[in-house]
């Protein structure tokens, strides 16, 4: 009886509505779809190249992570950013993020910290950004870190919160200032993470999310 070959199955290319749903989110998270904005589904659909149906699916699961709101007869907008949620998503980080990144330095496999290697070099490297580019730059490191949870109901809650987040840090980015230096923080927790040390890593992601939560009091 000869040996199974073992095949590496390659990854399922994005559905329509997943690829709706990321485009749409980050265009949300950005701010590109400004607050209290209609959501053109028409629109939407030209930019993607694609119909009606995966759009409003996309929609109903940006409702549900309250980033749009449907109103009968009137049709979905943008939610308000709200600062007195500050508190409340701030609480949810604190607890979240450190567990998440001691989470990540011990079950990061060799190819993730590879990746996170890479990214802090990129980093330590990059010339001056615009805030906009500096908390996009945010977005992909955060979002680096979660994926090496490997846990998809964990990553998929500290997005939600990472996303929450960042819609007020853009609200308050033309007063920004350091937003640069906030960024640059990522770099040691990169590699605490790529090298295995738990319980730095979970240090300086509690004094990372600390200190977004103090710049933004700073401003109110």
């Avoid at 709101?69 to 979240?96: C, Q, W």
């Avoid at 890479?118 to 979660?146: F, G, V, W």
Wanted: aromatic content about 6%; glycine content about 4%; some cysteine.
């Amino acid at each position: 009886m000869s040996t199974p070959v073992n095949h590496v199955i390659p990854a399922a290319a994005p559905s329509l509505a997943e690829r709706a749903y990321e485009f749409l989110r980050d265009c949300l998270v950005m701010l590109d779809i400004k607050p209290g904005d209609p959501i053109n589904e028409e629109w939407a659909g030209t930019a993607l190249g694609m119909g009606r149906t995966p759009i409003r699916e996309a929609l109903k699961r940006l409702e549900t992570e309250r980033l749009v709101v449907a109103y009968p007869r009137r049709g979905t907008f943008a939610t308000d950013v709200n600062i007195s949620d500050l508190a409340h998503i701030s609480e949810v980080r604190r607890t979240l993020e450190p567990t998440a990144a001691a989470s990540a330095a011990t079950r990061a496999t060799d190819a993730d910290r590879a990746r996170l290697v890479e990214l802090r070099d990129q980093l330590d490297s990059a010339t001056p950004k615009e805030n906009a580019e500096l908390l996009r730059t945010d977005l992909e490191l955060h979002r680096a870190i979660y994926a090496c949870v490997h846990n998809p109901f964990f990553e998929d809650t500290l997005i939600h919160y990472d996303n929450l987040a960042t819609r007020i840090w853009c609200v308050f980015l033309p007063r920004l200032r350091g937003m640069a230096g906030h960024v640059d923080e990522h770099s040691p927790l990169l590699t605490a993470i790529a090298e295995g040390d738990a319980k730095k890593a979970s240090a300086l992601t509690l004094d990372h999310v600390t200190g977004f939560e103090e710049a933004i009091r700073a401003l109110i």
